[in-house]
């Protein structure tokens, strides 16, 4: 799959995990890190990032009386990511941004592949179709264990989704889809331990994500500092 490098000068940077693994609070996190050394950063998320699907991610995650098909929930999250591509990330990619985005196509290959077991190879598919095959330059997978991320979801009763109440053996399911990505993939995926304190975990992101800039926009990759280091001479 052709990277976002080939078709755009940004930085196209995602992060995954499954439920209560603390990403979104990270991707906040990093978005000020890399705001504050120069770097002009775009956040969003999937499924969302444009009005019509922040309409279908309401569908995807509300409890309904009527089970959604597995089926019927990939092509919704593709019909999303369509719109979010077009509208949003291609855009902001070539006006070389960096694009820092809540979730992207390895989640749809965790979650409706290796969760809901729909094939894999008919998902990879129809995501280069929908994507246009485009592919993040980095991805950042927030791992923690499935009865930690629960109990962290489930004692939040106001923000509980559709997901959030699925079995735990769909979670486990998941968190193995992410690690077999990983594998996989070993040069774009990165595994973060995300059990330890947020600040722990910002610490180990901003030291992940800072350190491959450099080395893919830089000649020489700069040595690790405790913060967030300067990415713009």
């Given at each position: 799959m052709p990277s976002a490098s080939r078709q755009s000068p940004g930085i196209f940077i995602t992060l995954e995990g499954g439920e209560g693994s603390g990403k979104t609070t990270q991707a906040r996190r990093l978005c000020a890190c890399?705001?504050?050394?120069?770097?002009?950063?775009?956040?969003?998320?999937?499924?969302?990032?444009?009005?019509?699907?922040?309409?279908?991610?309401?569908?995807?995650?509300?409890?309904?009386?009527?089970?959604?098909?597995?089926?019927?929930?990939?092509?919704?999250?593709?019909?999303?990511?369509?719109?979010?591509?077009?509208?949003?990330?291609?855009?902001?990619?070539?006006?070389?941004?960096?694009?820092?985005?809540?979730?992207?196509?390895?989640?749809?290959?965790a979650y409706q592949g290796y969760g809901r077991g729909l094939d894999l190879r008919i998902l990879r598919t129809m995501n280069n179709w929908a994507t246009g095959k485009l592919a993040p330059h980095l991805t950042l997978v927030f791992d923690v264990p499935v009865s930690v991320g629960l109990q962290r979801r489930r004692g939040q009763d106001a923000t509980q989704n559709r997901l959030d109440r699925?079995?735990?053996?769909?979670?486990?399911?998941?968190?193995?889809?992410?690690?077999?990505?990983?594998?996989?993939?070993?040069?774009?995926?990165?595994?973060?331990?995300?059990s330890s304190s947020i600040e722990s975990v910002e610490r180990e992101v901003e030291y992940l994500v800072t350190n491959w800039i450099k080395t893919h926009r830089f000649p020489k990759p700069r040595r690790r500092e405790d913060r967030c280091p300067s990415l713009i001479s």
């Open positions: 890399l705001t504050a050394q120069g770097l002009t950063v775009l956040r969003t998320r999937e499924p969302g990032g444009t009005l019509l699907a922040e309409r279908v991610r309401t569908i995807l995650l509300d409890h309904h009386k009527e089970t959604i098909a597995p089926e019927t929930e990939a092509l919704l999250i593709l019909a999303a990511r369509r719109q979010h591509v077009d509208h949003v990330i291609k855009p902001a990619l070539a006006q070389g941004k960096t694009v820092v985005c809540d979730r992207f196509s390895d989640s749809t290959m699925e079995a735990e053996r769909f979670h486990k399911n998941v968190r193995a889809g992410f690690h077999a990505l990983a594998k996989k993939e070993p040069r774009r995926i990165m595994m973060v331990d995300a």
